[in-house]
């Protein structure tokens, strides 16, 4: 840049301050990952992140569609950031807000329709371009950009800061592959993240790189359909998953590897193989099928049957014994009868799952599902959802207390809430308790467990202090 000779002196202004962003996360994991590059971003714009709303001269919601409360969360907290703007409106800090993630691409200006204090809407793939539009809409006038870019984002967001990713902790996520064409019929995610697009294994690798350089020894792939990720590899060989986790098995310093979230129809041989190949990746597969009726599989557009799926889960754990399955579930899609439901069930106990997710039908507008005319009533849903949770709960638990005077390997993540306890993570994702001092945070050591609880174990002896 050239200087300038003989400018006059500037009055100190709001601008010499330096500038403060707060990020609100909501919904999955890849919103996660999306806060942490849209922080980068805005860093290298001047911005430092702050742990306080009060704080920020920009607040941002990232925000979640995929069911009806997760939208309306999003309104009823603007509503209250709304009367913190108020009140800073003619001070020297006025207050920027925006609206990013997957509501702001499903509702676009419909947003500052409902909420006039939003000075900014952007969809998730023009993150890139955020410190330009903030500054755009500081000056006043609200900027909604939801045009999916035609260049990728990915070639612009900045790369992970060493800095910054150490402060971070020593597990980190990394999207490979985002949207979907899956269309299924009770979904926005198509509508939301766009059609599926894999990042290049090059730019993967190298940001993988980059984060095992700044000490982060676990690192989980991330995409809506993450198995569904290809990508050309070295010379014309073209790769999938499977191949790419080959690949970064091999950077020095990873420990574990993990990604989410699968799509049965995906899972092929070589991934499957992997999990006997590769020692670093761990024995944990999140393998959402939604519902145990082939007649609701259908009317969901899952593309398989209930029976296809457990074949298949057969073949993985043929292939790796002890890897732990989890999944997601839907009660209440429309049509689905007690017998439909009781064939969740049925599934549900010949899977028997370490963990899973389970939810009430959300109809969604502009998906196929919210048309049905067969939707079921809420205290149906409310009274299968119950059941259904009562027994994944139970098979939690039965998971975890078979684990009690067993040995494990657990990776120190962070300070727990008592002096002298790290929480860490086993090979299969459970949350353990160890006591160690926090300057072995990073390390992987060998525990015994002696205690199981619904969501955590506990570990008192290290076996190899
Ligand atoms: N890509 C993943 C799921 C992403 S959404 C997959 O294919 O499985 C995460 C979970 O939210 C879904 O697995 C589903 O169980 C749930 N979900 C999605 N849409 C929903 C809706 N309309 N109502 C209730 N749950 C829903
Ligand atoms: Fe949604 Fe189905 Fe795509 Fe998963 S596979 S993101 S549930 S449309
Ligand atoms: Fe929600 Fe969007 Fe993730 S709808 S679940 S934040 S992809």
Redesign the pocket.
């Known amino acids: 840049m050239p200087t300038t000779v003989g400018t006059r002196p500037q009055p100190i202004s709001q601008h010499s301050r330096p500038k403060t962003v707060y990020i609100k996360t909501?919904?999955?994991q890849?919103?996660v990952y999306d806060s942490i590059r849209m922080n980068d971003a805005l860093a290298k714009d001047g911005y430092s992140e702050v742990s306080n709303m009060e704080d920020a001269d920009l607040v941002l919601l990232n925000?979640?569609?995929?069911r009806e409360k997760?939208a309306e969360k999003v309104y009823s907290e603007l509503g209250r950031i709304r009367k913190l703007k108020n009140r800073r409106k003619h001070t020297m800090r006025p207050l920027t807000l925006g609206v990013t993630?997957?509501v702001a691409q499903a509702e676009g200006e419909e947003i500052i329709r409902r909420e006039p204090a939003v000075d900014l809407v952007v969809g998730p793939q023009t993150y890139h371009r955020l410190p330009d539009i903030v500054a755009r809409a500081s000056n006043g006038s609200a900027v909604v950009e939801t045009e999916y870019a035609v260049e990728d984002k990915f070639d612009y967001l900045p790369a992970p800061d060493s800095k910054r990713t150490r402060s971070r902790g020593v597990t980190a996520f990394l999207t490979v592959q985002e949207g979907c064409d899956k269309f299924c019929t009770f979904c926005?995610?198509p509508y939301?993240?766009g059609t599926e697009v894999s990042r290049s294994a090059r730019q993967i690798i190298n940001e993988a790189k980059a984060l095992c350089d700044a000490g982060v020894r676990e690192i989980t792939l991330l995409g809506?359909n993450v198995n569904a990720w290809h990508g050309d590899g070295i010379g014309d060989e073209e790769w999938g998953l499977g191949r790419l986790l080959q690949e970064l098995s091999q950077i020095s310093g990873l420990a574990r590897l993990r990604y989410v979230t699968s799509h049965p129809r995906d899972m092929d041989e070589a991934l499957i193989a992997a999990h006997r190949e590769i020692d670093i990746l761990m024995p944990y597969l999140h393998l959402p099928v939604q519902a145990g009726s082939d007649a609701i599989l259908k009317a969901m557009n899952r593309k398989h049957t209930a029976a296809e799926y457990i074949s298949l889960i057969k073949r993985i754990r043929q292939t790796r014994p002890d890897i732990a399955l989890s999944g997601d579930f839907i009660v209440g899609f429309p049509g689905e009868t007690d017998a439909d439901f009781e064939a969740t069930l049925d599934l549900v106990d010949k899977v028997e799952y370490a963990q899973a997710y389970s939810f009430k039908y959300s109809p969604r507008p502009g998906t196929p599902g919210a048309d049905l005319e067969n939707q079921v009533e809420e205290a149906v849903k409310s009274e299968r959802l119950a059941r259904l949770q009562a027994l994944l709960n139970q098979q939690q638990v039965n998971f975890n207390q078979s684990f009690v005077g067993k040995s494990m390997d657990v990776l120190l993540e962070k300070p727990g809430r008592e002096d002298g306890q790290i929480i860490g993570r086993s090979p299969w994702l459970q949350s353990v308790i160890v006591d160690a001092s926090s300057g072995r945070i990073g390390d992987i050591i060998k525990v015994e467990i002696t205690e199981a609880g619904p969501n955590s174990l506990q570990a008192v002896r290290s076996l190899d202090a």
């Open positions: 909501y919904g999955c890849m919103n925000t979640c569609h995929i997760a993630g997957c926005v995610v939301t993240r809506q």
